[in-house]
């Protein structure tokens, strides 16, 4: 697979074994994916639905000049995990 869509593969990986569905019921992920996809958070069907356009936009020639998007904001996604999330202050 390219490393346009690594990110997004990565997330969706990270995102399945912090999930119910692999840590409370004891499942595969894959199993988790393949079965039982609506007992996952709606951040993991994102990411499964984002990954499947990746890889999609792979083959369409039309995008293949322009750039895989979906890629692109795998890169905007790898850079904000990279990042550490500031620590948001109440005011006084």
Do not use: W, Y
């Amino acid at each position: 697979m390219s490393s346009s869509c690594e990110a997004l593969l990565s997330a969706l990986k990270a995102c399945l074994l912090a999930s119910d569905c692999v840590r409370q019921h004891g499942r595969l992920p894959s199993e988790c994916l393949k079965d039982h996809i609506h007992e996952l958070p709606e951040a993991c069907q994102n990411l499964r639905m984002a990954t499947f356009e990746c890889k999609r936009n792979m083959l369409d020639m039309r995008k293949r000049f322009r750039g895989n998007t979906v890629g692109m904001n795998a890169e905007k996604l790898r850079a904000q995990q990279a990042a550490p999330s500031p620590i948001p202050v109440a005011p006084r």
